[in-house]
């Protein structure tokens, strides 16, 4: 019966519960929406690499070789030896390893130095491989192969010459060795986007004229010459590493880090991600609390639609009370009301939400390589939709209980 009324009531007054309602929705598809992209954030930023057991550098900090190696971001404080990348390499324990060479760029993006295998054992978002938008790997050695992002911003095709930079922030560039596109690489939205790959011995051919860090002065060996060198590298930036069985990781980090020809860091990358995310975090929980404002907010709003109802309905609730409803009654009418309201808005804030995804999902992760998942609610998300319920019902107590103390007279006295 109570709740026949509650419908009938909210119904009378489609108008104003309907803004309401649109309030609450809305506020829940912003809450919920914010939750879906901090997930999908932090999904995308641990799946930034994938597969890969070790990554191994000179020794410095987690953060800072995770930093450096994967997002492109600072320098390395010392190099590798090639002996020492030897000797990794030879171990038994390993199934692969990608030796990676930073130090320079071309217009703002880095460069890096690796070899074939990058391109087979690089792994990211649970295990996805790289794919070629146009052209292919490297198969001379001065081809490039860009990210999508280097491609797009600078308006690069295949078969385009591109000049390296010596350093990150240099105005020297190695014009006597230019490369050339090969392969542009689809988007993968991890730092690879943003990356000018060359082959290992590229990075020692442009750098035969030079000597600590300087252009030896008169010095310009032709490329033909450079091609019939010597070009093994000297020293390595980083190093992915896969190990054969799971089981042998911890034990190679330990010889790794006790290694005793120089002193070499490796990292889970997966512990030095949650590090990172760590610091980074208390953006998302900012976003979070504004987030869970705007539902205050509609909350408040609905209880203040209550109050400015109440006046208007004095002479109903009075004729209840006439028909023999108690008090208790009246405010459960009033609560419940209440709560049907911030259910049908939490319905509709999920409904909201999961259209936006379907719209939008393919287009953030195109442009952003962000993928939020399409996924019924969890329980954290179900547990949130109760919440906001509950919430509506507990701020319709104020109103309800100014209510429940009108009196059957004040309500008759009322003029029409």
């Known amino acids: 019966m109570i709740l026949r009324l509650a419908i009938g009531s909210l119904f009378a007054r489609m108008l104003t519960v309907g803004m309401t309602v649109l309030a609450i929705g809305l506020s829940v598809a912003l809450f919920l929406g914010v939750e879906k992209v901090r997930t999908g954030a932090k999904a995308s930023f641990a799946d930034t690499i994938s597969g890969t057991d070790l990554i191994v550098g000179a020794r410095s900090g987690s953060v800072q070789l995770l930093l450096y190696s994967v997002f492109r971001i600072g320098n390395a404080s010392n190099n590798v030896t090639w002996e020492s990348y030897q000797d990794l390499a030879n171990r038994p324990e390993l199934d692969w390893i990608v030796p990676i060479s930073l130090g320079d760029s071309h217009r703002q993006f880095r460069v890096m130095g690796t070899n074939a295998a990058f391109f087979e054992h690089y792994k990211y978002r649970r295990g996805r491989s ?161 987030s869970a404002m705007v539902i205050v907010t509609a909350l408040l709003g609905l209880m203040a639609t209550i109050f400015s109802s109440l006046n208007e309905r004095r002479r109903e609730m009075a004729i209840f009370r006439a028909m023999g409803a108690s008090p208790i009654s009246i405010l459960g009418l009033l609560v419940l009301e209440a709560a049907l309201t911030a259910a049908v808005g939490a319905l509709l804030g999920v409904g909201v939400l999961y259209v936006g995804l379907f719209i939008s999902q393919p287009i953030i992760d195109r442009e952003f390589g962000l993928f939020l998942a399409i996924e019924a609610p969890v329980l954290r998300e179900i547990l949130v939709l109760l919440a906001v319920v509950v919430a509506g019902a507990i701020v319709s107590l104020i109103p309800a209980l100014r209510a429940y103390r009108l009196s059957l007279a004040d309500g008759m006295m009322v003029k029409i």
């Open 130 to 290: 790289l794919h070629f938008a146009s052209g292919f790997a490297i198969d001379d050695l001065f081809d490039a192969v860009i990210g999508y992002d280097v491609a797009e911003n600078l308006k690069y095709e295949v078969g385009d010459p591109i000049v390296v930079a010596h350093g990150l922030a240099s105005f020297t560039e190695h014009k006597d060795q230019p490369f050339r596109i090969s392969g542009i690489l689809e988007k993968t939205g991890t730092p690879v986007d943003r990356t000018v790959i060359v082959s290992m011995e590229a990075i020692e051919a442009i750098h035969v004229d030079w000597q600590r860090g300087a252009k030896i002065p008169g010095q310009a060996t032709s490329v033909n010459a450079i091609r019939l060198m010597d070009l093994t590298p000297k020293a390595v930036t980083a190093a992915l590493v896969g190990v054969k069985s799971p089981l042998q990781t911890f034990a190679l980090q330990r010889a790794i880090n006790e290694y005793s020809e120089e002193p070499l860091l490796a990292i889970l990358p997966g512990v030095a991600l949650q590090e990172l995310w760590q610091i980074v975090g208390i953006a998302e929980s900012a976003l979070l609390a504004v």
